[in-house]
């Protein structure tokens, strides 16, 4: 019996070893990159006071996690590597990024990509701009701000299409968004395509104060999709 006793003891001990070690290395700052507003040097390796120098700095695959509080300036910042973006708050709310009003779109999406537990605001324009490779969108807030010019303005603009041929490795690309649990507030329409991809699988929940979207945005059936504008409403 003692023995059971002391191998169960030693195995949550080794189960506790793992798991702190797993913690410890997925939240070393030295695996993010970072944005922090406080920050008025590069004096602290690996850490921005802006979402450009950090998207400009990072490398393909790298994760950049946003500090909650406040707002981030953002306007037109193409992306054309695969990155991750993550705001640092417990909620979407924690952090903003806001697209000036001259801006055609906050963030512009040329490669995969993810963004998570961030709120993006806009006031004209669209709040991402999605050109090519596959755009992820979890758990975001994406607001398009009340104005007289509403017309002009959505949550997400796709002009992708079906797929394209990475030439240095000659294998093609699909392109795509995909929204997961993503509140959408303001604007014309949640999403138009300009390209050959099209809205499916549309599923809304109906909250007290606001709608969460889960969609895709892909290559439908060449014989029932046209290559058109495809507009979801959220109201």
Request: with cysteine; glycine share 8%.
């Amino acid at each position: 019996m003692n023995g059971e006793a002391d191998t169960i003891e030693g195995d949550r001990y080794n189960t506790a070893l793992v798991c702190h070690r797993w913690r410890f290395l997925a939240c070393h700052p030295r695996l993010w990159l970072r944005v922090d507003r406080s920050v008025k040097d590069l004096s602290h390796p690996g850490v921005y006071p802006n979402i450009e120098m950090a998207v400009s700095a990072a490398r393909p695959g790298d994760s950049i996690l946003i500090a909650a509080g406040g707002s981030h300036r953002v306007s037109n910042i193409q992306i054309e590597k695969p990155l991750c973006l993550i705001g640092a708050g417990e909620s979407p709310d924690d952090t903003t990024l806001i697209c000036s009003r001259s801006s055609d779109s906050a963030l512009e999406f040329m490669s995969t990509c993810k963004l998570a537990n961030l709120t993006v605001r806009t006031e004209l324009g669209c709040c991402l701009l999605h050109r090519s490779g596959k755009l992820t969108i979890d758990g975001c807030i994406l607001q398009c701000e009340s104005n007289p010019l509403d017309h002009l303005s959505y949550a997400i603009i796709s002009t992708a299409g079906a797929a394209e041929v990475v030439s240095s490795a000659l294998e093609t690309c699909n392109n795509g968004v995909s929204v997961v649990r993503t509140r959408i507030e303001g604007g014309a329409k949640a999403v138009l395509t300009s390209g050959t991809l099209s809205l499916q699988r549309v599923r809304v929940i109906y909250t007290r104060t606001s709608l969460f979207f889960w969609f895709e945005v892909e290559d439908g059936d060449k014989n029932t999709v046209e290559p058109a504008s495809v507009e979801l409403p959220i109201s």
